[in-house]
Each structure stands twice: as C-alpha cells, then as structure tokens.
C-alpha cells in the first residue's frame, strides 16, 4: 500500500472565477490557475516530497495543474478515467446560485444520494468510482502517490472514506490548488487538509 496519497485539486478556471459548476465540462487553466500549479510544483518539491506515481484525471485543468510537477520530477502523469470530475449532465456551467434556487440541488442531492440530475450522476455513482479509484491506486504503490483531481468528486470520496457518510462532502471543499495527505490505510485519516499557503 501507499505511504500516502497526496491530493491536489487543479489551479483556477474560468468558471471557478464565475461561481459555475463545470464537472465534466473541459476547460483550461486561467493565466492565475497556470502559476498557481507552477507554484504548487515548486513548493512540492522544496519540502522535499518524492513521488512513486503520478496520476491525474481526464480533463484538461487537471493535466494542466500535474504538468509542471510532472516536468519538474521527470514523471510521465498517467491519466486515470475515475478521477473525473461529478458530471451533471444538462445542468452543467450553470452558476450555483442557479442550482440552488432554481433546483435546491444540494440539499437534493444530500437528502437522497442517488439523485442524479438529468444526464449526469448521482452522489452514489461518484463516490463508487472514486473511492475504488483511490483505493486501487493505493494498493498499486508503496511510497507516496501525487493525484490531481477535482473538488466536488475528491470531497465525495472524503466523506465516504473518514465519515462513511457521503452526505457530508460539503466538510471537505478544496480550494484551487489545495493540498491533502490522504493515508487510506490501516485506517482513513488525513494528515492535512486543504493547505493552501503555498500560493
């Protein structure tokens, strides 16, 4: 198993600036997301962290954020499909405030987790990919693993694997470039969560 497996959400995007949620949607970093990742590498590697593995998600935030990590410690970012983000369908880039008036989408999906909305999936669907996604990644290694993924989909996983309630994903929110040391087993436990001083 893995020593530890730190979690990093991707830099800024548009619509992180806007108050959208993008999921699914493919989006580049914003001139301020590519130097927070250029930061986030640089830091990673002054407090001395090495790395077994490096994975990251599909979408192309995520592979943007790993890419200067990635130049940095001469690794190749092997991208995993199940570290995609909470896709919701047809309401995709809708801002949030939208979600919550017009579909109270958060306390819809936390009174009933297998709510999906129209196209997309459901609180249930994205804690049974992630989870395993994690799980499987940390039995592949022995020392620590670096993940960039995204904030709602590694929150889900967070609640699942410290709370058992997946409900209470909205305890774990990342910010941009936020930085989690995971440890999954013998027992889930973070050592930090969310440090974000380094930028």
Not at 70 to 91: F, N
Not at 104 to 116: G, L, W, Y
Not at 143 to 163: K, Q, Y
Request: glycine share 8%.
């Amino acid at each position: 198993m893995a020593e530890k497996l730190l979690l990093v959400r991707h830099g800024q995007i548009d619509a992180n600036r806007g108050g959208r949620w993008h999921g699914s949607t493919d989006s580049p970093l914003t001139w301020r997301g590519r130097r927070q990742a250029k930061r986030t590498a640089r830091t990673l590697m002054q407090r001395g962290y090495t790395f077994e593995a490096l994975y990251v998600s599909p979408l192309g935030r995520c592979r943007q954020t790993a890419a200067p990590a990635a130049k940095l410690y001469g690794m190749e970012a092997q991208v995993h499909d199940e570290l995609r983000e909470w896709d919701i369908g047809e309401w995709e880039d809708l801002p949030f405030s939208f979600l919550a008036r017009e579909y109270d989408f958060m306390n819809h999906v936390r009174r009933d987790p297998e709510f999906a909305p129209p196209g997309g999936e459901s609180l249930l669907t994205v804690a049974s990919r992630l989870v395993p996604a994690l799980t499987n990644i940390d039995k592949a290694h022995e020392g620590t693993v670096l993940v960039v993924s995204h904030g709602a989909c590694m929150s889900v996983a967070l609640a699942h694997l410290l709370d058992r309630d997946i409900r209470l994903w909205p305890h774990y929110l990342f910010d941009n470039c936020g930085l989690t040391e995971l440890v999954i087993r013998p027992q889930p436990h973070v050592n930090f969560f969310n440090r974000t001083e380094h930028l």
